[in-house]
């Protein structure tokens, strides 16, 4: 039998991982995480930095956004998890759908109500949702009737207060980002990490697209907090081997490994995320990187939400992020939902056509990409 053949990385995408290790510090695992870069550093300063040492990498991966694109400062993320939990668990209204049949999917794609669960997901529009989006509304309607009439008070004047703010604000940023043709906006969701709640590092692969888009919106855990506080740290990683968390069988949402990730710096404020920085979409491709602990898996950005609140450790150190999710304007978005078909195929082959310019860009050697890892 002949000696096995060691696969060779393409130089191009060795040069940028060797460029991002030298750059970034080690995320480190479990107690000795890491929340920002040594230096100081912010996402886009270390990427700037990479891509003026000679790469092709895209600085503006996460970028600020102004202070007019801010979450309401006037609704904390306690405030919005206790609104947002009594419409979608005590109203009689199912906004779940089994995982088994759509994953990802629902007004609640994850979690409970407080007290049953340290973290939910809600999601708002599209056809994903259950209606719980079209419910919220028809909920403000009926608060704000009742308040005309008088017959609102206690609670009731804190949901009208709050669903008011959100939906409006919500509607209002939706319209914002596409006057500004920084995306074309499909879905929403709120994430809320209670105490105790950690994140499920993986990727959303809804956003598996060189065109898609994600603006985050972090929200003060307390009324009054500052709203710009830095509350997401971004990690650069590699796609664990198409197990889940437990190894049992291939995940539907595919993990992210922790334990060997770069850290590029934290942020605070609103964000856009394009295309590798959003969550789904690779910053170095599968197969073309075989040094070290890549072992041809593609690498990907993901950001965390602080575990710790400072100052804050009792029942109410909730954190929530906000994030409106798109494509740019360069892709195809039919207006009618029933060729949700059609844009899933436009969208398939622009990425097939990204990836094939990638490799025609980068040289090749034997073995580089795909083929047998040994002769007989």
């Given amino acids: 039998m002949a000696p096995k053949r060691q696969r060779l990385s393409v130089p191009g995408w060795a040069r940028l991982w060797a460029a991002l290790q030298a750059t970034c510090t080690p995320r480190g695992y479990r107690t000795n995480i890491i929340r920002a870069d040594p230096a100081g550093r912010r996402p886009w300063e270390i990427l700037e930095q990479i891509r003026r040492g000679g790469h092709e990498v895209d600085a503006e991966l996460v970028s600020q956004l102004s202070a007019e694109h801010a979450f309401p400062s006037d609704i904390s993320a306690r405030k ?12 009689g209204k199912n906004y779940r759908i089994p995982q088994w049949r759509r994953r990802g999917w629902g ?59 959100f939906l409006r604000w919500l509607r209002n940023e939706e319209k914002r980002l596409k006057r500004k043709k920084m995306m074309k906006p499909t879905v929403a969701h709120l994430a809320v990490y209670r105490k105790g709640g950690v994140m499920n590092v993986h990727l959303d692969i809804r956003l598996d697209s060189p065109l898609s888009r994600r603006a985050l919106y972090p929200i003060q855990p307390r009324d009054g907090s500052d709203v710009n506080e830095d509350r997401l740290t971004f990690f650069l990683g590699f796609q664990k081997n198409g197990v889940d968390t437990f190894g049992a069988e291939p995940a539907p949402w595919p993990t992210l490994e922790p ?106 050697f034997p073995g580089t990409l795909a083929g047998p890892t040994s002769e007989r």
């Avoid at 919005?80 to 109203?91: E, M, Q, R, T």
Wanted: some cysteine.
């Fill in 80 to 91: 919005i998890d206790l609104v947002l939990s009594h419409y979608a668990f005590d109203c």
């Fill in 259 to 364: 334990e060997t990730a770069l850290c590029i710096g934290n942020a605070g404020g609103p964000l856009l995320l394009k295309g590798g920085g959003a969550g789904g979409f690779w910053l170095i491709p599968p197969g073309v990187l075989w040094d070290d602990d890549a072992r041809g898996r593609g690498l990907y950005a993901w950001h965390e939400p602080h575990h710790h609140i400072e100052g804050d450790d009792g029942p109410d150190a909730t954190r929530a992020t906000m994030a409106i999710s798109g494509k740019a304007f360069e892709a195809p978005l039919p207006e009618d939902e029933s060729s949700a078909r059609v844009l899933a195929q436009d969208l398939a082959a622009l990425r097939a056509q990204y990836q094939r310019e990638q490799a025609a860009a980068a040289p090749q």
């Fill in 107 to 165: 007004g609640v794609s994850s979690g409970d109500k407080p007290g049953k669960s340290d973290k939910v997901v809600f999601q708002f529009g599209g056809r994903i949702d259950c209606g719980f989006r079209n419910d919220l509304d028809a909920a403000l309607d009926g608060l704000e009737a009742r308040d005309e009439t008088g017959d609102l008070a206690g609670v009731g004047e804190v949901r009208l207060s709050v669903l008011r703010r």
